[in-house]
């Protein structure tokens, strides 16, 4: 079920008992290492995760329900079936029946996916989405699996989702699995930009022609200048893909970016900002230049520079 009307959405909202936060997904860097037998490729990615991103609630019902909203909430599948189905279904399904093998019961529920991320967009809005429903439903049936079940239940669903799962700042390698805190990677301030041009994940590694490069180095304590060292293997295959990607990294560059660099996939670019207060007035004058594109400012997880004084 789809919903436009804001009063739908806040009589929703009302109802709804329990509420969790799908965080995009921002990849700093992301490096491609080599490629397995198998057809996936091995990744290195510094991670870190939005303060905003699409909503999920999920309330009590007699049988279960799943309804949308939000600014991109037509572009999604309504069903959990085939390989390009909903997620969030998918999830629901997925933890119910490990639950259930365990003999743990998991009563029909209703959930309200608030999509307010860009699909296909590189920012893990359908993986985010994912995990949100997992721990959400975790909590909603007051249930836990083993981290290590859990994580593998992630991955089941999408590379992603193990390291949304976590929604914190990470090294992720392999294919997305293996994944390493990163405590001391700062809080950042960024404007995230999209040309609202969805782009396709295996299309990017096919047009990928260079799939044995340097992995990421050991870690600097300038975070900026370290992450500048950096790359995304994936952004000039994408660039090659969708000509907006050019145009989108030179309008947030031009605002006054530390660094301006493409996201996962594609084609979410976005400029790190020496302050949230700069960012939100970059984002006010990219709305002003293309309306009609996507432009959030955000803060990322992470530790908060002290201020001097």
Same mark, same amino acid.
């Given at each position: 079920m789809f919903l436009d009307n804001p009063s739908s959405d806040k009589w929703l909202a009302d109802k709804a008992g329990l509420f969790e936060l799908a965080p995009a997904k921002i990849n700093l860097a992301l490096h491609v290492t080599g490629q397995r037998a198998d057809g996936y490729h091995r990744l290195e990615?510094?991670?870190?995760?939005?303060?905003?991103?699409?909503?999920?609630?999920? *309330?009590?019902?007699?049988?279960?329900?799943? *309804?949308? *909203?939000?600014?991109?909430?037509?572009?999604?599948?309504?069903?959990?079936?085939?390989?390009?189905? /909903?997620?969030?279904?998918?999830?629901?399904?997925?933890?119910?029946?490990?639950?259930?093998d365990k003999g743990v019961l998991a009563p029909p529920v209703a959930i309200h996916l608030e999509k307010n991320l860009p699909v296909a967009a590189g920012i893990g809005g359908g993986s985010a989405d994912a995990a949100a429903a997992l721990r959400g439903l975790m909590r909603f049936w007051n249930a836990s699996l083993p981290d290590g079940e859990l994580a593998a239940l992630g991955l089941s669903l999408g590379?992603?989702?193990? $390291?949304?799962?976590?929604?914190?700042?990470? $090294?992720?390698?392999?294919?997305?699995?293996?994944?390493?805190?990163?405590?001391?990677?700062?809080?950042?301030?960024?404007?995230?930009?999209?040309?609202?041009?969805?782009?396709? !994940?295996?299309?990017?590694f096919?047009?990928?022609?260079?799939?044995? /490069?340097?992995?990421?180095?050991?870690?600097?304590?300038?975070?900026?200048?370290?992450?500048? !060292?950096?790359?995304?293997?994936?952004?000039?295959?994408a660039r090659s893909l969708v000509r907006e990607i050019d145009q989108i990294s030179s309008l947030i560059g031009a605002e006054g970016t530390m660094l301006t660099r493409m996201s996962g996939s594609g084609a979410t670019c976005f400029g790190i900002f020496p302050s949230f207060e700069a960012a939100e007035k970059a984002m006010e004058s990219l709305n002003g230049q293309k309306p009609e594109w996507y432009f959030q400012a955000v803060r990322t997880v992470g530790q908060v520079p002290e201020k001097t004084q």
């Amino acid at each position: 079920m789809f919903l436009d009307n804001p009063s739908s959405d806040k009589w929703l909202a009302d109802k709804a008992g329990l509420f969790e936060l799908a965080p995009a997904k921002i990849n700093l860097a992301l490096h491609v290492t080599g490629q397995r037998a198998d057809g996936y490729h091995r990744l290195e990615s510094i991670v870190t995760f939005a303060d905003t991103g699409d909503r999920l609630c999920f *309330s009590e019902t007699e049988a279960d329900d799943f *309804s949308v *909203s939000g600014r991109f909430a037509s572009l999604l599948p309504a069903s959990p079936e085939g390989k390009r189905g /909903n997620l969030v279904l998918k999830a629901r399904d997925l933890l119910r029946t490990a639950l259930e093998d365990k003999g743990v019961l998991a009563p029909p529920v209703a959930i309200h996916l608030e999509k307010n991320l860009p699909v296909a967009a590189g920012i893990g809005g359908g993986s985010a989405d994912a995990a949100a429903a997992l721990r959400g439903l975790m909590r909603f049936w007051n249930a836990s699996l083993p981290d290590g079940e859990l994580a593998a239940l992630g991955l089941s669903l999408g590379a992603d989702v193990p $390291m949304c799962l976590k929604s914190e700042a990470l $090294m992720a390698r392999g294919i997305g699995e293996e994944l390493t805190a990163l405590p001391d990677l700062p809080s950042l301030s960024l404007v995230l930009g999209n040309p609202l041009v969805g782009v396709s !994940t295996p299309d990017i590694f096919l047009r990928l022609t260079q799939k044995e /490069n340097a992995a990421i180095g050991p870690f600097d304590s300038d975070w900026i200048g370290f992450l500048k !060292t950096l790359r995304n293997d994936l952004e000039p295959p994408a660039r090659s893909l969708v000509r907006e990607i050019d145009q989108i990294s030179s309008l947030i560059g031009a605002e006054g970016t530390m660094l301006t660099r493409m996201s996962g996939s594609g084609a979410t670019c976005f400029g790190i900002f020496p302050s949230f207060e700069a960012a939100e007035k970059a984002m006010e004058s990219l709305n002003g230049q293309k309306p009609e594109w996507y432009f959030q400012a955000v803060r990322t997880v992470g530790q908060v520079p002290e201020k001097t004084q």
